[in-house]
């Protein structure tokens, strides 16, 4: 009886390739690259690489992974943008959009004054909490509340979230992320959804990609 050879790590790696995202193999290796993971050591990288793949056609669709990381490389190419209002409306805009979100946001931190103050908003028709201008204390909602801690923090259901401060009543998903420049806080940005836990780990891991991008361009913008 013959008896069939073991097959090789290669292979056992190339059969764990799931069969819809083969097609899409180049974003996703593009993608792979964008989050860093190449600089890992080179056994380390290829098997976490497989596994992200994996991962990666169960949490999304292929077009919206190459939408992000074109999100991505726009928010790298933003630092040309030296008029803050025009930059903050490019990055709002762009985010909702590609996203799907109900309303996206730029607060700025004014250091003397201790507040953050909405430069822009997408969406949100008709709160008066999110009006141009509109100013929150640092450690007061989640925006203030990101600001104080300096990490990201996301409400997969604002309902039971602590630090929420509602404003649309469709909104079910948040995401607020600080903006640092060399350890400086910059403002903050935030992302909201009508859906619940609209942000899988991947789209937060890329939005705190590029809110690194973001901060750099609006600190750039506000000492032109």
Known sequence: MAISAKPT???????????GIRSGLPVIRSLFSELDLGKKSPNHRINHFWLY????????????????LKLQKAAQKISSILDLDQLVD?????????????????YLHNQE?????????????GCDLHGPGHSLKIGKGMVG???????????????Q????????ESTLSE????????????????ASHNELDAFNPCQLRLLQAMCSDV??????????
């Open 175 to 190: 995401v607020a992320i600080p903006l640092h420049v060399e350890g400086q806080l910059v403002g903050v940005f935030t």
């Open 113 to 125: 004054r201790g507040e953050l103050s909405l430069a822009c908003a997408h969406g949100c028709t």
């Open 9 to 19: 790590s290669g292979q056992r790696r190339r059969q764990f390739v799931p069969a």
């Open 161 to 168: 979230d602590p630090y929420y401060i509602g404003c649309e």
């Open 53 to 68: 793949c994996g991962v990666l056609e169960q949490t999304l669709n292929l077009d919206r992974v190459g939408d992000l």
């Open 145 to 159: 509340y990101v600001a104080s801690t300096g990490q990201m923090h996301y409400a997969p259901d604002v309902r």
């Open 215 to 224: 901060a750099v361009a609006v600190h750039n913008a506000r000492r032109f």
């Open 90 to 106: 490019k990055v709002v805009n762009e985010v909702a959009r590609s996203f799907g979100c109900l309303d996206s946001d730029i």
